[in-house]
Structures are given as C-alpha cells and as structure tokens.
C-alpha cells in the first residue's frame, strides 16, 4: 500500500498487487475500516479495481492531520465484516440485441452458444465502477473470452447492454458510446437518481448472469419489470 495526497482535500491509497477477488475484498474492508474510524472528517471515499482515493473536509481538519490520522487507522483488522450480495442478472443473448456476438464469435473462433455458457457460467466480483454513472466493471472472464476494446468505438450502445473486453465484462447503466463488445443486453434498470443508492451493486458485491430469451426480455421491458434480485 502507497499514500498520496492527491489533491488539497483528498488522499490515494494504491495497492501493488494483482487483480483479484481478495484484493477486491481487502479494499473493501479497508474502505469500511477508515469510514468507521475517521467518519466525522469524511466527505466520500471511492473505491476503484487497485486504489481507494479518500475525500475529506478542510473546514473540519488540514491535510497533514488527516493524512497523519488515516495512516494511523488499524487496516490489519477488520471492524465488521463487509456483507456482499450476489446479484441475478437476466441477460437476452439472442444476435438482434446482441450486435456484436455474430462479429465476435467469429474473430475468436468459438460458436455463438460457447461464449454464451462461458460468459453466464462464472460468477463476477464488482470490482469498480466508473466510466459513467452505475458503470460497474466486473471480472473476471474466462481467459477463451480475452479480447481488445473495439478499434472503432461504437457512437450508441444500448442501456443494459452487456460487453466484454480484456478479462472483463460490464453492463451500460444507459444509451452512450463505448468500445466493449457486445454480446447481450439485460431489461433492468442499473441506475436511478430517485433512489438513495442509485445504483443497486458495490465493489465486493458478486454478479451472477442468466439467460433469458427474447421474447422474455420484451416482455420484462414492456412491463416494466425491471428490479434486480440478489441472494
């Protein structure tokens, strides 16, 4: 772990280490531990894949004393546990939605329905989120389903797409540009202003996909039943 003062009201703390679910889990737990402890100075603190960049108030204490007081939190235990949810994710793989799966099985040489069972056969750490608002950035694949961000990005992908790129894959909270391959599309809704958490999953939270055919992600659409299940 490395400290640094970001920026006048702000610490980053880096972690050299490989990408993985204990490292997810220990972020985690490290991001409750110094909310726990320094909670009267805190503003926000933002979790990514390998870092944790900590905002605090200025009015409430300077740079050199929060900085003093967060190296000092406890990090080799934990205060509670972290709880995290595997959330159930409906997912159409059917090509009229799936606008890339055609592309991509045939570039990687696999059928369409072997990078179906590979992609909804694993369960996915949230390892970030970031990109846009609700953009959650999940891991990892299964290493026959390694591949490089699109050349050309595309200027509109559908919310509630599904796409893979590198050893990860990750679901479009709405309508924007983006450069992941597409191989399928979910009927929820994963970003909502209206409610306290707007997006539903967090880092450490688990991702499970299921298929759904099209007719039943029209029909989920239509009806607007679009809340997401966890266990």
């Known amino acids: 772990m490395k400290y640094f003062?970001?920026?006048?009201?702000s610490i980053l703390i880096t972690f050299n280490s490989d990408i993985n679910t204990e490292l997810i889990y220990k972020i985690s737990s490290i991001k409750f531990n110094i909310e726990f402890e320094?909670?009267?100075?805190?503003?926000?603190?933002?979790?990514?894949?390998?870092?944790?960049?900590?905002?605090?108030?200025?009015?409430?204490?300077?740079?050199?004393n929060f900085f003093s007081k967060l190296k000092n939190v406890k990090l080799d235990t934990i205060v509670s546990k972290v709880k995290s949810k595997i959330w159930e994710i409906p997912v159409c793989y059917d090509t009229k939605y799936a606008i890339d799966l055609n592309e991509f099985s045939k570039s990687k040489k696999i059928s369409k329905n072997?990078?179906?069972?590979?992609?909804?056969?694993?369960?996915?750490?949230?390892?970030?989120?970031?990109?846009?608002?609700?953009?959650?950035?999940?891991?990892?694949?299964?290493?026959?389903?390694?591949?490089?961000?699109?050349?050309?990005?595309?200027?509109?992908?559908?919310?509630?797409?599904?796409?893979?790129?590198?050893?990860?894959?990750?679901?479009?909270?709405?309508?924007?540009?983006?450069?992941?391959?597409i191989i399928g599309i979910s009927p929820?809704?994963?970003?909502?202003?209206?409610?306290?958490?707007?997006?539903?999953?967090?880092?450490?939270?688990?991702?499970?996909?299921?298929?759904?055919s099209k007719s039943k992600f029209e029909i989920m659409t239509q009806n607007n039943l679009l809340k997401p299940n966890f266990s």
């Open 38 to 64: 320094l909670k009267e100075y805190l503003i926000e603190s933002i979790q990514s894949i390998n870092s944790l960049l900590i905002i605090f108030d200025r009015n409430k204490i300077s740079t050199n």
């Open 188 to 212: 929820l809704d994963f970003f909502d202003l209206k409610l306290k958490s707007p997006c539903f999953a967090s880092p450490g939270d688990k991702i499970k996909f299921y298929e759904i």
């Open 114 to 181: 072997k990078i179906v069972q590979l992609h909804k056969s694993k369960t996915y750490d949230v390892m970030s989120m970031g990109f846009l608002p609700g953009f959650m950035y999940l891991g990892t694949t299964d290493d026959k389903l390694y591949c490089e961000r699109k050349v050309t990005p595309s200027l509109k992908v559908r919310k509630g797409s599904i796409g893979i790129a590198l050893n990860q894959t990750c679901i479009y909270p709405q309508d924007s540009p983006g450069g992941w391959h």
């Open 5 to 9: 003062i970001y920026n006048e009201n």
